[in-house]
């Protein structure tokens, strides 16, 4: 059917790495953002996709893959504070910003 | 910098009841949203706006009315609350409707109906 799918949690040990998946299956395809919410917080931008490939931001890295309808967002050298949800959304087709949102990664980082 | 203000924080309502809530952005940005966020579920868009006194339906448009009075403001009406219902309301803005915009989240309004 349509829609954005991730994983519901995912726990990662600091100073490791952490990748959170994402899949979609929408009408049409114009674009991937994700954003990070913290608990009780408002959800934060930190990348946009569209094209193929890796796209290295330094502590954050996305990746995408239109032909499988796959991405995912790398996190880095993990600290405590990466704790939070990670918010997958895809924007299906021209009506640009209404995005489809996946249910959020909650992203649980140990020590 | 800019920001974007939900009031109230906490609202607690009754079945039935009209409820009113409110967000206020200085951004200058012209697209508002109004999202639910409900547990183990996506962000579901209720309505937006493109301009002032512009208003367009989301997927969950139904049991909600919305308002852009001005550029700065968006607010929105739950016409009857559920008995029960729990939910957070985000209001987003964003520069324009093109999908490479980033949106900017107001920090929610927690809802809850008795």
């Known amino acids: 059917g349509q829609g954005v799918e991730q994983p519901a949690k995912l726990m990662s040990v600091e100073g490791t790495f952490a990748r959170v998946n994402c899949t979609y299956s929408t009408s049409g395809f114009n674009g991937l953002s994700w954003y990070q919410q913290r608990e009780g917080q408002a959800p934060v931008f930190l990348s946009y996709v569209v094209l193929d490939g890796l796209k290295d931001s330094g502590h954050f890295s996305t990746f995408l893959s239109r032909s499988n309808g796959y991405s995912y967002l790398l996190l880095t050298e993990l600290q405590i504070k990466d704790s939070a949800s990670y918010l997958c959304?895809?924007?299906?087709?021209?009506?640009?910003?209404?995005?489809?949102f996946g249910i959020g990664t909650r992203v649980l980082v140990r020590p | 910098g800019g920001i974007i203000t939900q009031t109230p924080k906490f609202l607690i309502g009754q079945e039935g009841q009209k409820l009113t809530l409110k967000c206020q952005q200085n951004f200058n940005h012209d697209t508002m949203y109004w999202y639910r966020q409900d547990s183990g579920k996506g962000l579901r868009l209720i309505y937006y706006s493109i301009t002032e006194n512009d208003l367009q339906k989301g997927d969950l448009s139904e049991g909600y009315d919305a308002s852009r009075e001005k550029k700065s403001s968006f607010s929105l009406t739950v016409t009857s609350a559920q008995k029960n219902e729990m939910a957070v309301f985000l209001c987003a803005s964003s520069i324009g409707t093109n999908s490479n915009e980033r949106l900017f989240f107001g920090h929610g309004t927690k809802l809850s109906v008795l």
């Open positions: 959304a895809v924007s299906p087709n021209s009506a640009g910003n209404k995005l489809t």
